[in-house]
Nanobody
Framework: QVHLVESGGGLVQPGESLRLSCAASGTAFSIGTMGWYRQAPGKQRELVATISSASSTNYTDSVKGRFTISRDNVKYTVFLQMNSLKPEDTAVYYC??????????????WGQGTQVTVSS
């Protein structure tokens, strides 16, 4: 299976930036769309951004123009560059990957989450 590990979270002030990374390891035939989700206290987990294997991207409206998702298909890593951070961006951020296992079955995997706190 595919194991995902996020890194890069932390505490920043409003207007500052963070870059999250998510590295995939394990076994798979291929990795398809990858994405970032977040969950704030008392709220449902929401989609932040996705990127396909061909690098087509989609963003939720609240982060458009501020966040950029990218991927490195050699290092099996997806990134989330977060600029102009706002307090409402505070959440645990989770990485997700869709993949086919060695039997060509469609599956997905989640990372453990990394905390992003934006506070003055």
């Amino acid at each position: 299976q595919v194991h995902l590990v996020e890194s890069g979270g932390g505490l920043v002030q409003p207007g500052e930036s963070l870059r999250l990374s998510c590295a995939a390891s394990g076994t798979a035939f291929s990795i398809g769309t990858m994405g970032w989700y977040r969950q704030a206290p008392g709220k449902q987990r929401e989609l932040v951004a996705t990127i396909s294997s061909a690098s087509s991207t989609n963003y939720t409206d609240s982060v458009k123009g501020r966040f950029t998702i990218s991927r490195d298909n050699v290092k099996y890593t997806v990134f989330l560059q977060m600029n102009s951070l706002k307090p409402e961006d505070t959440a645990v951020y989770y990485c997700n990957a869709e993949f086919r296992d060695l039997g060509l079955r469609s599956r997905d995997s989640w990372g453990q989450g990394t905390q992003v706190t934006v506070s003055s």
